[in-house]
């Protein structure tokens, strides 16, 4: 056991209206945790009333990177300004690769009942940030599951293991796990060195190599790699694996807009007020 990663850092996540008001719990993206190479932002939307999500994520630009959502329960409606649409329902998600500039809304199909998912940027490097977007959407289905007596592993980006997730970022390596953890059961996994890594509590709590962990709370495993254990509580534990290769490089960040210097950002908002900022219609690769 690797016991230099007690030195993580636990930060709760804020509570942020979002899109049209939605109600989101963000971990990075916030003062506390502003990048966290290569990823921007993390949000979780999770609630059963409507006036925290109904208003949705009506039409908004995105340059310079990728977004993957997951949705866990309730009915995400996509489309964009390449002509995709989408219905994201529990247990799907979807990869955009907006790159060189994507408009696109998310909205609830739904006016009662769950809703809950999590939405993750992902940066470019600077050599990707322009290439042509790239649209990718699989139902649950499509990702593979491995099950044991302690866990429940969904694998969503890369692989675990030999289990191969349809999803797959070669630019930023990135791996995506959802566990599901029996109660007072243990999850062991390595994490890459000097990959940036994070663990997401979203449901029940536990213990992080000793500590303790409660729901909405983020574990920065920053880069040193090495083994953790993960031991559920009473009621058991749920949280998402995340790690990706950082890019080492300048970020420079106007909202949805996310590039490397000013000037790119100059360039960003002058596409965007005079309609030039969808350059391409995206690659969409077909459901597996």
């Known amino acids: 056991m690797n016991t230099s990663m007690n030195a993580v850092r636990i930060i709760p996540a804020m509570a942020v209206p979002e899109g049209a008001g939605v109600i989101v719990h963000r971990t990075i993206g916030t003062p506390v945790l502003r990048n966290y190479d290569p990823f921007l932002l993390l949000d979780h939307i999770g609630s059963d009333n409507p006036n925290d999500y109904i208003a949705g994520f009506p039409p908004h630009p995105h340059r310079g990177f990728i977004t993957f959502t997951y949705m866990l329960d309730g009915h995400m409606q996509h489309q964009d300004s390449m002509g995709n649409t989408g219905?994201?329902?529990?247990?799907?998600?979807?990869?955009?690769?907006?790159?060189?500039?994507?408009?696109?809304?998310?909205?609830?199909?739904?006016?009662?009942?769950?809703?809950?998912?999590?939405?993750?940027?992902?940066?470019?490097?600077?050599?990707?940030?322009?290439?042509?977007?790239?649209?990718?959407?699989?139902?649950?289905?499509?990702?593979?599951?491995?099950?044991?007596m302690d866990y429940r592993l969904k694998v969503l980006i890369g692989r675990f293991g030999d289990t191969v997730a349809p999803i797959r970022d070669d630019l930023t390596q990135v791996t995506y796990f959802d566990v599901q953890l029996q109660p007072g059961r243990h999850f062991q996994h390595r994490l890459p060195a000097q990959n940036t890594s994070f663990i997401y509590l979203f449901e029940g709590n536990g213990q992080f190599n000793g500590q303790d962990v409660g729901r909405h709370s983020l574990i920065a495993a920053g880069t040193d790699g090495g083994t953790f254990d993960f031991v559920a509580g009473k009621e058991g534990a749920r949280f998402i694996v995340v790690s990706g290769k950082p890019l080492h490089e300048s970020v420079a960040q106007h909202g949805p807009f996310v590039m490397n210097t000013r000037e790119q950002i100059d360039q960003a908002l002058k596409d965007f007020q005079s309609n030039q900022f969808v350059r391409d219609r995206a690659w969409v690769k077909p459901n597996q």
């Open 87 to 148: 219905d994201l329902g529990p247990g799907s998600a979807q990869w955009m690769k907006a790159a060189s500039g994507v408009i696109h809304s998310e909205m609830p199909k739904q006016e009662n009942g769950l809703l809950r998912g999590f939405q993750l940027w992902i940066n470019l490097p600077s050599a990707n940030k322009m290439d042509h977007p790239e649209y990718q959407e699989f139902p649950a289905a499509a990702f593979p599951v491995v099950e044991t």
